[in-house]
């Protein structure tokens, strides 16, 4: 009951940040000479304020001419990103990134793209000169930060590449990354590991929302970047920065005490890293997945583009309907399978408590 309460405060506290302005009204007024039939007259609405300055230079914008060359940039820096911090944790003396250069470099770069996702998605989301007005303006506007967002989700499937080409080069090797991660943004990178990897494919729910995932980024970038994009693609990735940092606590603690149990004070201190990490995923987890995409998805994009459908609005400004109705789609089964990770987490937490490790990352002998 208690935890019924909290959602529903956190609900209310969101509307009140976040809540459109006034939207466009339409009433039906007597067209002159035509014996009182209706015709629909828009009144107008006050002009919204300008975004700061702050928001246009951290959550920038793209257009649809560059969304192919931000990709393609995005795809570069990864995988050389993912060579250089390879190369030097190879040579570094640490067993928490020796043990495993390719699968720490992994999570190096993950936390990197997830950092600038988190920040400049916020930044646009919470920015109340940036909320659409209305319910077309909502489903049959571009935002450019949306766009901007899938662009570098879907160059990172060049990044997979590398990470399935590294996955079949090494097989048997102690340094072969097994990892998949579990945290529910599915970056759209992963999908090949997940296709070539037979202990990944037996993960149904995760394979079935990396395949959509990489659908969700091009259609996103190519054909409907809403403003809604800011959160789904951007702020909601704060969940999944605690998770990155829990499985890589994780691996280090396992990969010290394989390669030097006798240091009790690292391994001491590696072990609550681990375990306050996870402590805060959880609870990213239930505020973030939980709670904020659910109350977006009920409130505001469920309600919006149905009405858009219905409404004929698409029609008359002209716009296609089916990528309205592919992000409907695509928002309610992402939606499901965050209640559905969510029910697993309170189970998990009720049957094993907080703290330990997962099985998560490369294994270590």
Sequence with gaps: MRFIFMLSAYFALADALVAPGPAL?????????SGGSKWPVARPVAPRPRCPPVVSVLAPTIAASAMWRVAATSGVFAVALQFA???????????????????VAHQAVALIYMLAATVIGSIAF?????WP?????????????????????????????????????????????????HAPSGRCWDLPCVAAVPKLRSQLD?????VVMAATAYVVMAHAPIFFGTFYLGAAELSTLPLNAHEYYAF?????????????????ALATRRDLWQ?????????VRGGGFTWLTARRMMPQGLHVLRSGAAAAAGAPLWPVRALLGFVVSFNVLQLYWLGLLI??????????SRDCGPEVS
């Design 25 to 33: 009204t339409v009433r039906p007024l007597a067209r002159p000479g």
């Design 85 to 103: 911090l390879q190369a030097r944790f190879r040579r570094s003396p640490d067993p928490a990134l020796n043990k495993a250069p390719g699968y």
């Design 126 to 130: 919470f920015s109340p000169a940036r």
């Design 133 to 181: 007005a209305t319910a077309s303006a909502a489903m049959l506007g571009t935002d450019g930060t949306t766009r901007l967002l899938a662009a570098l989700l879907l160059g990172e499937l060049v990044y997979a590449g590398l990470q399935l080409f590294y996955r079949r080069t090494t097989a048997g090797s102690k340094q072969t990354p097994t990892h998949l991660f």
């Design 206 to 210: 995760m394979v079935a929302h990396h």
């Design 252 to 268: 280090a603690h396992e990969a010290t005490q394989a390669e030097a149990p006798e240091d009790e004070s690292r391994l001491a």
């Design 279 to 287: 402590a805060a995923a959880a609870l990213s987890f239930v505020v």
């Design 347 to 356: 189970a998990y937490t009720f049957k094993n408590g907080m703290g330990g």
